[in-house]
């Protein structure tokens, strides 16, 4: 007898049995579908029951942002008539003209007899369904087919219908036989949690460690878009700046990589790139000011005493967190006492301050020949003057760690975890470094901290996908923490993993508040190997991917291009250099498109190829809503792109 949908919600992680038990009660109340009422009472997120369907459907699930972009050839909707596609709730999106292939968006991709209908009218061979809410889709038809620019405007307002969508969805799961889901191309939607997954005791605050509200809290403004903003403003400003094109957004994405690595709370590592974007305005644009070329130069070192405030005061009227200003204020103080303007030294420089100082040296000496030494280093050479200048200009803990990011390592295993990361929390330091070392050995890219009031901020930021929390903590504490995550829809198949020796009435509690394990911490090789097979079982119940972000200079391309054909990845690979940018589609490993500027096929893929000093963003749940033009092997790419010579010229785009 095939299983009901709760059952399988429960199965896949995605709600608990209690959530279920408060759904059928609030069923009986309104007599609507099991989906519906969860989504209703917010136990469970519209778009993670519809990515669980779209798995069970064994298909894929199509946005309505993915959607409203897509590109449908005029040829395309010809092939289905206006009014089937409107009957039938069905949008065509692509042929394949070699199999014969039509690909579609339906309500209900599992209805083979209107597929075969489908087939019949458009005279192909087969059709592929994806799946994708009514409103959606009849807002699609609304585009493609009649022009009407304001179609998925309404969207945004619509709540009710979506409901019904997602009713009539589980209605279409409980019809089938239920059979057992197969891997699909999961889509991620992000939302803002932060602010309503809070640690008990301060609803209605969301403040950071030095008190001051954080700009995630602005009205609807996540911080994520708060950041994005800035990275898009302060990239236009420096467009004209020769040498500097970008660089505040690749100083503020590897201080952040490295904030991450040295355990700071996420809150701390946003101010950390909010600082990074901000460090530059209002300076001189034919200098550039960083601890190496201060040190150099004691005329540089003067006129950067002069100007380290100016962005401070340049935005005396924005409510920016008190620990970005002092970033600012001490970007050029060196760690043995001789930066300026204070002459502070050691642990009296905030952290922030010390890494952003330390990768704001390496990005000068490599990438701006008009830096205080009158020339380019290599890699090498920045490397090398780090290491010489460990316990001088930097902190040797940040120059280590600046330099394992510069090696490309770190990045190369983001890619292979899809962006996916486990976060332990544990106070004693032993247990959280040989945890560590364990789970790294494991293959899994980790991060630890030292406070729980991390782990809050971590799953309101949505930066864990297996959550490893000390007992030492308290038991109450424990159990606050494990109630916020099962009563958040984002977080409630979350594993959580408890590190103690409690009793068996401790142990009880805990499992009955929603621990997913309980391990000794004197095991650390042991509960390693379990929190990697739950990390398993979380990809294998689609749990999402996240979009890794790098440079060619920490992963050249033909790197780059070989890890991803090896891993037999999928997704997108954005390239932007200064003002140009376009990407790379990869399905299992191959590339089937290509795209920059008005150029397509080949011809985008040399000139996206020809990218030098370029940076990346790499995103695994990406879906190509276009018909593929290439079937390229991305290792034998990647070994096209080894032996090619160097360029220095810009492919004209």
């Known amino acids: 007898m095939a299983k009901k949908l709760g059952e399988r919600l429960v199965e896949a992680g995605l709600v608990t049995s209690d959530s279920i038990q408060k759904a059928l009660e609030h069923q009986k109340i309104t007599g609507?579908?099991?989906?519906?009422?969860?989504?209703?009472?917010?136990?469970?997120?519209?778009?993670?029951?519809?990515?669980?369907?779209?798995?069970?459907?064994?298909?894929?699930?199509?946005?309505?942002?993915?959607?409203?972009?897509?590109?449908?050839?005029?040829?395309?909707?010809?092939?289905?008539?206006?009014?089937?596609?409107?009957?039938?709730?069905?949008?065509?999106?692509?042929?394949?003209?070699?199999?014969?292939?039509?690909?579609?968006?339906?309500?209900?991709?599992?209805?083979?007899?209107?597929?075969?209908?489908?087939?019949?009218?458009?005279?192909?061979?087969?059709?592929?369904?994806?799946?994708?809410?009514?409103?959606?889709?009849?807002?699609?038809?609304?585009?493609?087919?009649?022009?009407?620019?304001?179609?998925?405007?309404?969207?945004?307002v619509v709540t009710a219908q979506i409901r019904a969508d997602v009713s009539s969805m589980a209605s279409a799961y409980e019809s089938t036989a239920g059979a057992a889901p197969k891997p699909s191309l999961h889509l991620r939607l992000e939302t803002d949690t932060r602010l309503r997954l809070q640690r008990?005791?301060?609803?209605?605050?969301?403040?950071?460690?030095?008190?001051?509200?954080?700009?995630?809290?602005?009205?609807?403004?996540?911080?994520?878009d708060y950041i994005e903003t800035l990275n898009i403003l302060v990239t236009m400003q420096e467009r004209d700046r020769k040498h500097h094109r970008g660089h505040s957004a690749q100083l503020a994405r590897q201080a952040t990589v490295v904030a991450?690595?040295?355990?700071?709370?996420?809150?701390?590592?946003?101010?950390?790139?909010?600082?990074?974007?901000?460090?530059?305005?209002?300076?001189?644009?034919?200098?550039?000011?960083?601890?190496?070329?201060?040190?150099?130069?004691?005329?540089w070192m003067a006129e950067a005493k002069r100007y380290c405030r100016v962005p401070t005061k340049l935005f005396e009227s924005v409510n920016l967190p008190v620990q970005v200003n002092t970033m600012l204020a001490q970007l050029y103080e060196a760690y043995d006492g001789?930066?300026?303007?204070?002459?502070?030294?050691?642990?009296?420089?905030?952290?922030?301050?010390?890494?952003?100082?330390?990768?704001?040296?390496?990005?000068?000496?490599?990438?701006?020949?008009?830096?205080?030494?009158?020339k380019l280093l290599t890699k090498d050479q920045a490397l090398e003057h780090l290491r010489e200048n460990s316990g001088k200009l930097y902190d040797p803990l940040v120059a280590d760690i600046v330099m394992q990011v510069q090696t490309g390592e770190l990045l190369r295993q983001r890619i292979v975890n899809d962006g996916r990361q486990i976060l332990i929390v544990e106070p004693e330091e032993g247990t959280r470094t040989d945890l560590l070392e364990t789970s790294q050995k494991q293959g899994l890219v980790v991060h630890a901290l030292s406070s729980l009031d991390g782990a809050y901020d971590a799953l309101g930021y949505q930066d864990c996908d297996v959550l490893v929390v000390g007992l030492k903590f308290g038991l109450e504490e424990?159990?606050?923490?494990?109630?916020?995550?099962?009563?958040?829809?984002?977080?409630?198949?979350?594993?959580?993993?408890?590190?103690?020796?409690p009793d068996a009435g401790t142990r009880e509690r805990l499992m009955m508040g929603g621990a997913t394990a309980v391990l000794p911490p004197a095991q650390p090789d042991e509960a390693a190997k379990t929190i990697r097979s739950l990390y398993d079982d979380r990809i294998q119940h689609n749990g999402p991917a996240r979009p890794v972000r790098g440079s060619l200079?920490?992963?050249?391309?033909?790197?780059?291009?070989?890890?991803?054909?090896?891993?037999?990845?999928?997704?997108?690979?954005?390239?932007k250099q200064n003002a140009h940018e376009g990407y790379l589609h990869l399905e299992q490993g191959k590339l089937v498109y290509a795209t920059v500027a008005?150029?397509?096929?080949?011809?985008?893929?040399?000139?996206?190829?020809?990218?030098?000093?370029?940076?990346?963003?790499?995103?695994p749940d990406s879906l190509l809503l276009d018909m593929p033009q290439m079937d390229k092997d991305l290792e034998v790419l990647a070994q096209q792109v080894a032996t090619r010579r160097p360029t220095t010229s810009m492919p004209t785009v």
Do not use: W
């Open 478 to 501: 424990l159990l606050g923490l494990l109630q916020a995550v099962r009563s958040s829809p984002e977080h409630a198949g979350l594993p959580v993993v408890v590190l103690g020796d």
């Open 260 to 299: 991450r690595r040295l355990g700071m709370l996420p809150r701390d590592v946003a101010a950390v790139a909010i600082a990074g974007y901000l460090h530059d305005l209002g300076k001189p644009a034919e200098r550039h000011f960083c601890l190496a070329s201060n040190a150099a130069n004691p005329e």
């Open 553 to 575: 200079d920490e992963l050249p391309a033909a790197q780059l291009l070989k890890l991803l054909g090896a891993g037999k990845k999928s997704g997108r690979l954005y390239l």
């Open 598 to 619: 008005t150029q397509n096929g080949e011809q985008a893929l040399q000139t996206l190829m020809g990218f030098q000093q370029a940076d990346f963003r790499y995103d």
């Open 32 to 156: 609507h579908r099991l989906g519906d009422c969860l989504v209703e009472i917010g136990l469970l997120q519209e778009a993670a029951l519809l990515r669980f369907l779209a798995a069970e459907f064994q298909t894929r699930f199509v946005s309505a942002e993915k959607l409203a972009k897509a590109r449908i050839p005029t040829e395309v909707l010809d092939k289905v008539p206006v009014r089937l596609a409107e009957a039938q709730n069905v949008l065509p999106l692509a042929i394949d003209p070699e199999r014969q292939l039509l690909s579609v968006v339906a309500a209900e991709p599992q209805n083979k007899k209107l597929l075969d209908e489908i087939a019949l009218v458009t005279g192909m061979t087969e059709v592929y369904a994806y799946v994708g809410l009514r409103s959606t889709i009849a807002a699609a038809i609304r585009k493609h087919y009649y022009g009407d620019t304001t179609a998925f405007a309404s969207l945004e």
């Open 200 to 224: 008990p005791g301060t609803q209605g605050r969301n403040k950071t460690s030095s008190g001051d509200t954080f700009p995630g809290s602005r009205g609807t403004v996540s911080d994520k």
């Open 338 to 374: 001789s930066g300026t303007p204070q002459g502070a030294k050691g642990d009296d420089i905030t952290l922030g301050a010390r890494i952003l100082a330390t990768v704001d040296s390496y990005l000068e000496l490599t990438k701006n020949p008009a830096n205080a030494y009158g």
